[in-house]
């Protein structure tokens, strides 16, 4: 099975002190993503991870929370894509779109 999981996790506030930047507590969760082994894209709105599991998917979302649970307010936004029988979709869904494309695939 192949889970993937596009989400986007970010306080609104960290503990009172309000600002438009946030990525030094986005950081601590992708650390934590990276330390944890799991197949991951960050982009420039949010990050994918993929996984064997729902349960190891809902795992690292509890993981990136705890990274920023200090904070008074933590927004997140997740969309899950389950496919049985397949792995390897974090790479394999953008080559079969480059090569529909009559891109080169990147290997």
Avoid: H
Avoid at 6 to 16: H, L
Avoid at 47 to 75: F, H, K, M, W
């Amino acid at each position: 099975m192949s889970v993937l999981l596009e989400f986007s996790m970010f306080p609104t506030s960290d503990n009172g002190r309000e600002g438009s930047s946030v990525s030094k507590q986005v950081s601590k969760i992708i650390g934590a993503i990276d330390k944890s082994g799991v197949s991951y894209k960050l982009t420039p709105m949010g990050t994918v991870v993929e996984t064997d599991t729902l349960r190891e998917a809902l795992d690292i979302i509890e993981l990136a929370y705890e990274q920023v649970s200090a904070c008074d307010r933590v927004y997140s936004s997740l969309k899950f894509d389950i496919r049985k029988a397949k792995k390897n979709r974090l790479v394999t869904k953008i080559e079969s779109i480059e090569e529909k494309l009559g891109k080169s695939v990147s290997t």
